[in-house]
């Protein structure tokens, strides 16, 4: 999996740049994010402007980082989300888990 990892005020923003998140490479994503976790890191952004698709193994990488920091007292944030991928996350009522904003500075705005 592509993953890029930037610092940008005081965030953590991991950027996907893969166009997909399944079975094949979900398992990466969720190891990054939990030794970020475990490394320290509270506040992260997960950027998912590249993704086209997600499947159930996918949303699961992503609780499952949720579930971490959540557990570290810290907050995990989701931004730049193709329609698409944005449905997935609805239909599976995942929105009202996450927080979800248009982009980096949204986020930033409301103190992920």
Same mark, same amino acid.
């Given at each position: *999996?592509?993953?890029?990892?930037?610092?940008? &005020?005081?965030?953590?923003?991991?950027?996907?740049?893969?166009?997909?998140?399944?079975?094949? &490479?979900?398992?990466?994503? =969720?190891?990054?994010?939990?030794? *970020?976790?475990?490394?320290?890191?509270?506040?992260?952004?997960?950027?998912?402007?590249?993704?086209?698709?997600? #499947? @159930?193994?996918?949303?699961?990488?992503?609780?499952?980082?949720? =579930?971490?920091?959540?557990?570290?007292?810290? =907050?995990?944030?989701?931004?730049?989300?193709?329609?698409?991928?944005? @449905? *997935?996350?609805?239909?599976?009522?995942?929105?009202?888990?996450?927080?979800?904003?248009? #982009?980096?500075?949204?986020?930033?705005?409301?103190?992920?």
């Amino acid at each position: *999996m592509n993953l890029e990892l930037e610092k940008i &005020n005081g965030y953590s923003v991991l950027t996907v740049q893969d166009e997909r998140i399944d079975a094949h &490479n979900s398992g990466e994503l =969720k190891e990054y994010l939990l030794q *970020m976790i475990e490394g320290g890191e509270s506040r992260i952004i997960v950027r998912l402007g590249n993704v086209r698709f997600i #499947d @159930s193994s996918g949303l699961g990488a992503l609780l499952s980082g949720n =579930k971490g920091v959540i557990a570290k007292s810290g =907050k995990l944030a989701l931004t730049n989300i193709q329609k698409q991928v944005l @449905s *997935m996350f609805e239909l599976t009522r995942l929105n009202r888990v996450f927080e979800i904003y248009a #982009d980096l500075d949204e986020a930033f705005n409301n103190e992920v």
